[in-house]
């Protein structure tokens, strides 16, 4: 049975979640796979991809009719048949899952077609260029997060704790402390609280597309609630245009585009009038008055 879209991405984006039954508790595991972070149990001990009682959910939908769609169209009819006649179909699944590799910060990672397909821009008027950030919204670990600032110069991805601490706890257990700083351009620096992975999903159904990317928590006071650095973009392969106001990356059903959600705060604006006159130093004549807008 081959479906087209990984478990993770399933639990993430398809209505038909909500009717799954909760999972049987899992038992807390020393050693190798005690940093596995399941989604579906909420707790650690495997990968969500590798999560048997999602599995076995996915499957029951879809021999109820449910979740058809999910299903390769060429091998729907027989595989449907072979099911049938199958007592243990979950024990000779195979399922195309996007799984993150352990060696993936030295270079090697997994490549499919649909990633090289070209991202075009189209030439637009000069009235319509934008100076504006990139901001955008997206889904991060179950959660719709909005004003999120696409940064190509930052290293790294940033996680505002203000906007960290709207999660569930079990969200936040996930938090690894760290003795770690986050420096400006202009060498001023932030002490981080530490670190934490959370899924990312962008785009909209059948274009849509999950990663996971480690972002560093910060206590610090702004406006946005998260910055996507290179490392989120690169893992997106996403290009983003400040003169369109949108970023475009691939997925497996093509390339989507992410529209610009920047909304500009307000400001002050200072307009100083100036009277004739010759200003000396220690005295002045004439004047000089300052309204505020």
Not at 13 to 37: A, L, N, V, Y
Not at 197 to 221: A, M, S
Request: glycine letters at 6%; one cysteine or more; hydrophobic letters at 35%.
């Amino acid at each position: 049975m081959a479906l087209t879209k990984p478990p993770k991405e399933i639990l993430f984006t398809e209505p038909i979640k909500e009717s799954f039954h909760p999972p049987p508790p899992m038992e807390e595991r020393q050693g190798p796979q005690s940093d596995k972070w399941c989604d579906f149990h909420e707790a650690y001990g495997h990968e969500i991809d590798n999560c048997k009682s999602l599995m076995r959910e996915i499957i029951a939908k879809i021999k109820a009719g449910e979740l058809n769609h999910l299903l390769s169209g060429k091998k729907y009819r027989r595989e449907e048949r072979n099911d049938e006649r199958d007592p243990t179909p979950e024990m000779h699944i195979k399922v195309i899952w996007n799984e993150e590799q352990e060696n993936e910060a030295d270079g090697e990672r997994r490549t499919e077609s649909w990633m090289y397909a070209p991202i075009i821009f189209h030439t637009i008027p000069n009235w319509r260029l934008s100076e504006e950030p990139v901001v955008i919204s997206a889904v991060i670990a179950n959660r719709n997060i909005t004003r999120i600032y696409t940064d190509t110069g930052s290293e790294a991805d940033i996680l505002y704790l203000h906007c960290f601490k709207e999660y569930s706890f079990s969200v936040k257990d996930r938090l690894r402390y760290m003795n770690l700083k986050i420096a400006g351009i202009t060498g001023e620096s932030i002490r981080a609280v530490g670190k934490v992975k959370l899924d990312i999903t962008l785009g909209t159904h059948p274009l849509v597309r999950t990663e996971i990317v480690d972002f560093t928590v910060i206590d610090g006071r702004s406006r946005l609630s998260e910055l996507f650095g290179r490392r989120t973009l690169c893992k997106f392969e996403a290009i983003t245009s400040t003169p369109h106001a949108e970023l475009r990356f691939p997925t497996p059903n093509g390339v989507t585009v992410i529209h610009s959600k920047y909304v500009e705060p307000p400001k002050e604006r200072s307009v100083v009038h100036e009277a004739p006159g010759n200003f000396v130093r220690g005295n002045h004549q004439g004047s000089c008055s300052v309204e505020m807008m």
